[in-house]
């Protein structure tokens, strides 16, 4: 759920041989989460997942773990943590999936959240002692200023507590961020105007700072509004390959079991298939990225009739724009209405027609992600959507 802070190389990823193929496969497993959902009662500015109140329901499936846990142990994996969303908006759905983890031998290292539903202190005493009986590892609760639009700070302080009296481990993350907060009302949200003013003006793009975010989902738009902008050559000279695209460092796998490589959200693979070996030729742009960096998928999507700005502010804020166009979205950000500037329609017809809206053309994008990343504060002035949960 957050904008991971750390990436390992895993060292047996890459291309191996099997049988008479040559085929990628990420190797065995370093370290990872299982995303037991996307929806999220929040939709923090900084989210790598683009994670929000309007992302499409659903909790991953007790048939789902089973077969993801089967995976991760061809994978070598001993312990995965859980993360969404917010795994918390289906207690029953968790439980089921500490169980699954349980039955395969799979440590939890920990589950994450926002402590939204510590609302209702009686329900999280309880919640907390079932976590404490399931063996589940700790609790990583968030608090930082971008959370702090969604959920007031005193709900992760308080579930703190609840931890500490069950005998729960946990941690604040980030615990450096609680301090600069303590003297707004804890007990509610605050708007960015509220937290520019008590915290500092430039509060945004100095938390991803302290963060160290990797910039991706929804936080391109913190990079769009406070990052030089380089120019598109500059940008393509010597671009390297993405070989940590199968990476294991800080790999999740989502509720449909797929893989999701550290960093570069949107993309994902059938969970399977990165590690047992990706059929060659099935996921083109994964494999255009991975052999050629962002210039081979810039050379793939100009054959589909997408014109770079002359522009960006990293060469990932490029590829980020460059699959939301191949995924239907608009590069832009600023053009989801299905226009684009010359007046064609962009909603399902990419200008060679191939339709986009059926099967999108490549697989490997989550085209929910694009629509999700740009939605919410594409623009300096969008309006807030707090969730009332
Ligand atoms: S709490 Fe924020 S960062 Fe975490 S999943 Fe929800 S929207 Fe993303
Ligand atoms: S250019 Fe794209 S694939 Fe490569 S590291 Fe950046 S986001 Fe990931």
Known sequence: MFNDPETV???????????????????????????????????????????SPTRTSGYISRETMAGICATLRRGSIGSVHIGGGEPFLDFEGLVTAIAELKQAGIDLDY?????????????AREYVRTLKDLGAGALCISLDPYHTEYVPYGLPLRLAQLCDTAGLD??????????????????????REEL???????????TAGDYG????????????????????????????????????????????????PPGCTGLRLPLAEAVD?????KYPLFEALYEGGVAALLDLAAGRGFVPEESYPSRCNLCFHIRAFLSGEDPSGENLSGKDPSGENLSGKDPSGKNLEEGK????????????????????????HHCDS
Not at 218 to 238: D, T
Request: charge should be negative.
């Open 277 to 281: 070996g990706i059929p060659p030729g």
């Open 196 to 206: 520019e003013k008590h915290l500092r003006p430039d509060y945004i793009s100095a």
């Open 170 to 191: 946990y941690f604040l993350w980030k615990q450096q961020f609680l301090r600069p907060l303590l003297g707004l009302e804890s007990s509610s949200v605050h708007s």
């Open 361 to 384: 053309g490549f697989a490997e994008l989550d085209e929910n992600h694009y629509a999700e990343s740009l939605k919410y504060y594409s623009r300096r002035d969008c309006e807030n």
């Open 213 to 260: 975010l990797r910039i991706g989902g929804r936080a391109v738009n913190i990079e769009e509004e406070y990052g030089p902008s380089w120019p598109l050559a500059k940008l393509l000279h010597k671009a390297p390959p993405c070989p940590d695209l199968l990476s294991t460092g800080h790999f999740h796998v989502d509720l449909e079991g797929c893989f999701i």
């Open 111 to 123: 589950v994450e959240t926002n402590a939204f539903w510590v609302q209702d202190v009686c329900l």
């Open 9 to 51: 190389q895993s060292s047996a990823k890459g291309r191996m041989m099997f049988g008479e193929f040559i085929m990628l496969t990420t190797g065995n497993l370093y370290h990872g989460g299982i995303m037991v959902n996307y929806r999220c009662n929040a939709a923090c500015r900084h989210c790598l997942y683009a994670c």
